[in-house]
């Protein structure tokens, strides 16, 4: 007789009281083919209602008396499993980032359903030598943009994956059928979506690397290869060759027999990035993006985990790639605000990936022309391994910067919203048909519309945010989309003298556009990428030099390389600075030195204009010179003082409520909860008086979306634990409050 098993079974229900595992006896049928991570179904409740779960450990022993247990009914094979990592993942997330266990699980098994396997597309090119030229040449007379793309690509590179060429080409099926027709191209279907590049052994040696970089890749690789494997932080200035270390690395642990994860953030994953890693890989290399449907996601996680891919490239969710011979995690622009999340549990993908490098024996490398000051202060204290890249690969110079006083134009009598320097090197670009950039941190014509007599301000009736203007005279409210037509009066005071501030994208297109009617002008914003594959067709547009001046926000400024842009503009730097957010600085020097990086990429000198009514900003004068010791240095001083991260640790609570009084009474009750945390632990540990301390309960920034009421309570302590402590004791409270209908987040280091 065969030993009886049991198995701890997380059900399928976010709600804080089942946040527990359950036992269930697994049934002799299924001793062998059980595993931890596998989803089944069970009878749940008195009514023994039929529920999802997750195996998340088999014992051989019972927790419980038998006959209280019920039995596993069937695993279903339908659903992606989690394996040991996974589930280990989920709870470590589940303690640092809070939420419940089924939450976490979740957020780590990014596909749960099977989908039916597909077959992925290449196309290979047929022509050659005179007669390609001859089709090229017919196909740039008549205009035929879309077949040139697609010539020139494969005349680039013999054979693409087709969902590259489709996608991020912009290129129509029915073009792509129109030139199979024609005999120009084949396409031909292999199972799941592999990437046939045809790559040979000489291509991989073509690389040529500065000393710097072979340095960091030898670092790396050696140590790994010696059993330490380590954490890594890449300070490489725009354009100094962060890219080819990545790959460096990866070529290197992929020849070991390891699998690399790497992580981009979404806006900069463009089709040179792609097809980087694509002809150092071929078939071996796939990518997950938010675009991409479940089945095809399912297909690549799928491939994942059977071992037919060895690099995975996407955003944040790409980080839960099931690999089971993980070598390295790589993730560029660690400083972004993308790789946390902004759902319960709101984890960080570099907190993640520490975790999975401590827990796994996995190298970690972090890299970014602008680190976060968390990343920065752990490489000085030596938790990370500080490398620098300071020399521009292509060999050229960082771009001249010239920052304009806003103040001082507006005595000269300039009321335009460009300087009077910004439009003499603007008008020098256009003469020689070099590109511009154009770049602002504020969507939309305006950004709030008030009275000029009362001061009175347009609001959202339903968030406590002001209204955008937009044109054909609509305001809009960007975080729950409500609409209402331009009032013509002032609502409060009947004042005509009501407008909007005018420094969003649309009123610089228009703006632009009257200045040089002769000119290309196009926009890029999150009104004109909504649509999918916008945002490529509109970098594929100004990368092919069809317009002359890019205009757009800050999804401008990340990672894109356009040779012929020798100018970039930065209208109105400071704006960032005015966010009540201990952040603002930083944000605003990494926005500033992003944009101004964008600038003389190519053989051509750049130039760079910052426009700012703050010109002596120590975040502003750093970025002009690119020097983000000097910013950090700064930085790190107000950080110390006011007790904020990277020295000090923050944990946010927020209270979500639909009555006022219920959410702010609630906020009130955890910050008790939290201090008597916190004189507990410093009791424990013999200090004299407590070492953190919370503000608030106030309003949030935000203090209503959607008719409900939000509240926020800061918990600062140096020492994390204690945070994850107060964190624990709150959601214990919550726990046990089964009438409430007030919803409690949780956020650390905000």
Known sequence: MTQRLYADIIIEISHEQLDRPFQYIIPDEMAEVLKVGDCVLVPFGRGNKILKGYCIEIKTYADYPEDKLKSVMEICNDQVSADGNMIALAWWIRVHFGGTMIQALKTVIPVKKKMTVRT???????????????????????????????????????????????????????????????????????????????????????????????????????????????????????????????????????????????????????????????????????????????????????????????????????????????????????????????????????????????????????????????????????????????????????????????????RKGNRSIFSDKLRELMDERIARNEQIMLFINRRGVAGFVSCRSCGHVIKCPHCDVSLTEHRGGRLVCHYCGHTEPMPKTCPECSSAYIAGFRVGTEEIEAQVQRMYPSSRVIRMDADTTKEKGSMETILRTFRDHEADILIGTQMIVKGHDFPLVTLVGMLAADMSLSVGDYRAAERTFQL?????????????PGEVVIQTYQPEHYSIVSASSQDYKAFYDEEIIFRTLASYPPLWHMLAVMVVSEKEQAGESLAEKYRQLADAQIQQDSAQKGEPSPQGYTIGPAPAYISKIKDKFRHVLYIKHEDMDVLIAVKDRIESFARERTDSRELTFFDFDP
């Open 592 to 604: 500033l030195t992003q944009a101004a990086g964008r600038a003389g990429r190519g053989v051509k």
């Open 120 to 410: 992925s597309k290449r196309v290979d090119l047929t022509l050659e030598g005179d007669e390609l030229n001859a089709v090229i040449e017919e196909c740039d007379r008549k205009h035929q943009t879309a077949r040139l793309r697609v010539l020139k690509a494969l005349l680039a590179e013999p054979t693409l994956p087709y969902n590259l060429v489709r996608d991020k080409l912009s290129v129509a099926a029915p073009t792509i059928r129109s030139l199979e027709s024609k005999g120009y191209i084949k396409v031909t279907e292999t199972e799941y979506y592999r990437n046939p590049i045809v790559t040979d052994e000489e291509e991989h040696k073509t690389y040529e690397l500065s000393e710097a970089q072979q340095h960091i890749i030898s670092t790396v690789t050696d140590n790994h290869d010696a059993g330490r494997p380590g954490k890594y932080l890449i300070h490489g200035i725009t354009g100094s060759g962060k890219t080819e270390v990545y790959i460096g690395i990866a070529d290197h642990m992929v020849r070991r027999g390891l699998q690399v994860i790497v992580l981009i953030p979404e806006i900069a994953l463009t089709y040179q990035t792609l097809l980087r890693f694509y002809k150092r890989f071929g078939d071996r290399v796939s990518v997950v993006n938010s675009s991409m449907s479940q089945g095809e996601r399912y297909d690549q996680f799928l491939r994942a985990k059977n071992g037919e891919i060895d690099v995975i490239i996407g955003p944040r969710s790409a980080l839960f790639t099931p690999f089971t011979r993980l070598g390295a995690i790589i993730i560029d622009e660690e400083h972004e605000p993308s790789y946390r999340s902004e759902n319960t549990p709101r984890y960080s993908a570099v907190s993640c990936a520490e975790y999975i490098s401590e827990s796994r024996g996995v190298s970690m490398i972090l890299g970014s022309a602008t680190p976060s000051m968390e990343s920065y202060y752990k490489a000085l204290q030596g938790e990370y391994e500080l490398f620098t890249l300071d020399e521009r690969l292509t060999g050229g110079a960082l771009p001249d910067v010239h920052i304009v006083d806003l103040r001082e134009e507006l």
